[in-house]
């Protein structure tokens, strides 16, 4: 049986009092995986918040930013450009990282706490050559990021990657890509919207 006066003073102490051991423990954190319409979903809210393009900015530096998550905690986002032109071949390279702290988001009727370093990185390249007689896109994406889950936890591995080519069919020149690979072991084909053409 419990002894009343020492849990008192362990809560006076400011520590934190466990009480009896009857039904006081904590429920076990499951090591289910996350199912494929979960990695799904992890990834989709990752990256809506790192293409936000109007998010809640709380620092940063000259390389970098700190925003916040839409239900809390935050992510650190570093972005880095270049161009390179050889002959008639223009290539446009960038390279992203996303740092997540504590970051809260829901995606998918999901709703995880990410946290991470490096987290997630994606690079790629636009190549055009001539006047647009040549247009395409390459690169990847990989993420380490660990996860919770209402009372399920886990770390989650991805390695994707971007490819794409011009689409002149509409009226303004888009670019079809997908991203293919392993989110968190799942094999997957993901669409990329929003991505401008040549002369987009």
Same mark, same amino acid.
């Given at each position: ?14 520590a934190l009092a466990t009480g009896c ?63 390179? +032109? =050889?002959?008639?071949? *223009?290539?446009? $390279?960038?390279?992203?990282?996303? /740092?997540?702290?504590?970051? @809260?988001?829901?995606? %998918? ?64 020149? +888009? =670019?079809?890509?997908? *991203?293919?690979? $392993?989110?968190?072991?799942?094999? /997957?084909?993901?669409?990329? @919207?929003?991505?401008? %053409?040549?002369?987009?």
């Amino acid at each position: 049986m419990c002894d009343r006066r020492h849990v008192i003073a362990v809560v006076l102490a400011g520590a934190l009092a466990t009480g009896c051991s009857e039904g006081t423990t904590e429920p076990p954190t499951t090591a289910e995986p996350l199912s494929a319409a979960e990695s799904l979903a992890l990834f989709e809210g990752m990256r809506a918040i790192q293409s936000d393009t109007a998010p809640t900015i709380i620092g940063g530096s000259e390389s970098s930013l700190v925003v916040a998550c839409p239900l809390g905690g935050q992510v650190s986002l570093a972005l880095t450009f270049a161009d390179e +032109s =050889v002959a008639d071949t *223009l290539r446009l $390279t960038w390279g992203s990282t996303a /740092a997540p702290t504590g970051c @809260q988001l829901s995606h %998918g009727g999901s709703q995880f706490t990410v946290d991470g370093t490096p987290g997630v990185r994606e690079q790629g390249a636009f190549v055009l050559v001539g006047f647009g007689e040549h247009f395409g896109l390459e690169g990847s994406v990989t993420e380490a990021v660990d996860w919770r889950l209402d009372d399920r936890s886990g770390s989650c591995d991805m390695d994707l990657v971007l490819s794409g080519e011009p689409d002149l069919s509409a009226t303004e020149p +888009s =670019v079809v890509a997908v *991203l293919s690979g $392993t989110p968190c072991g799942h094999e /997957a084909e993901i669409e990329v @919207q929003g991505i401008p %053409g040549p002369s987009g």
